[in-house]
């Protein structure tokens, strides 16, 4: 079993950025790949980013691209979502996740994603 505790969140201003982490623990992740999904209130949870494990190949959401940058560190079994430039519509709680098997035709869906973690509060001021 894997566990996965984000952190980093809170309250920014428009125009801003901040940083969150993810870090996992219960043994080490051998899966394909890990992202960053968030929900806002009355929405459906949104694909943020992914990055696969192994090769480091990135994917993000189109309301994300230039602004929002994914990274990880095999060594610490960590990932990190850097995020630059935030809207108020960047407001949202943000999950952590990790995928064993990663198939294509849901990578950029909840349902890809077998392992999750508590989110973390990110409210963009305007």
């Known amino acids: 079993q894997v566990q996965l505790v984000e ?6 201003q428009a125009g801003g950025s901040v940083r969150l982490s993810c870090a996992a623990s219960g043994r080490s992740f051998s899966g394909a790949a890990m992202g960053w999904f968030r929900q ?27 602004r929002f940058t994914i990274s990880k560190d095999n ?23 990790a995928s064993r098997r990663w198939e294509a035709y849901r990578r950029f869906t909840p349902t890809g ?12 001021a305007s």
Request: with cysteine.
């Open 7 to 12: 952190s980093g969140g809170g309250l920014v």
């Open 40 to 66: 806002a209130p009355g929405k459906e949870r949104e694909f943020v980013a992914a990055i696969s494990w192994i090769g480091g190949t990135t994917y993000y959401g189109d309301s994300v691209k230039g």
């Open 75 to 97: 060594t610490k079994n960590t990932l990190t979502l850097q995020m630059n430039s935030l809207k108020p519509e960047d407001t949202a709680v943000y999950y952590c996740a």
């Open 113 to 124: 994603y077998d392992y999750w973690g508590q989110g973390t509060q990110v409210t963009v």
